[in-house]
């Protein structure tokens, strides 16, 4: 059975702080072909934030360009996100996702990842 575990969140941060998130791959699941981040807020559908495709290709949404990097450990069972300058708007529930399409971009429809992680809060203050 394949499990993914978010951390990292579940605290304020205020502006312009940095943050690191990370998702651990348990079981089986073939995470090489697309890993991801989204985010969602209450009453939003679900964006894709940043992808990694299985050539270390990375794409991101354009209102975290320059700020978040996506990053994958060795053997695909760790992803990770590390957020910097970040901003109100930033305030949402991140999931990591796994199995995703091959062309691996930000906007990505969220049903073609098979797997799926609880999620974290991340709440951005003023």
């Known amino acids: 059975q394949v499990q993914l575990k978010e951390s990292g969140g579940d605290s304020v941060k205020a502006v312009g702080d940095s943050l690191r998130l990370s998702c651990v791959v348990s079981?089986?699941?073939?995470?090489?072909?697309?890993m991801g981040w989204f985010r969602q807020t209450p009453g939003k559908e679900r964006e894709g934030v940043a992808m990694i495709a299985r050539d270390g290709r990375t794409s991101y949404a354009d209102s975290v360009k320059g700020r978040f990097t996506i990053s994958r450990g060795t053997a695909e069972k760790t992803l990770s996100l590390q957020m910097s300058s970040l901003k109100l708007e930033d305030t949402a529930t991140y999931y990591c996702?796994?199995?995703?399409?091959?062309?691996?971009?930000?906007?990505?429809?969220?049903?073609?990842?098979?797997?799926w992680g609880q999620g974290t809060q991340v709440t951005v203050s003023s």
């Open positions: 079981g089986y699941a073939t995470s090489s072909l697309c």
């Open positions: 996702a796994v199995e995703g399409p091959v062309d691996c971009k930000s906007d990505s429809d969220p049903q073609r990842f098979a797997f």
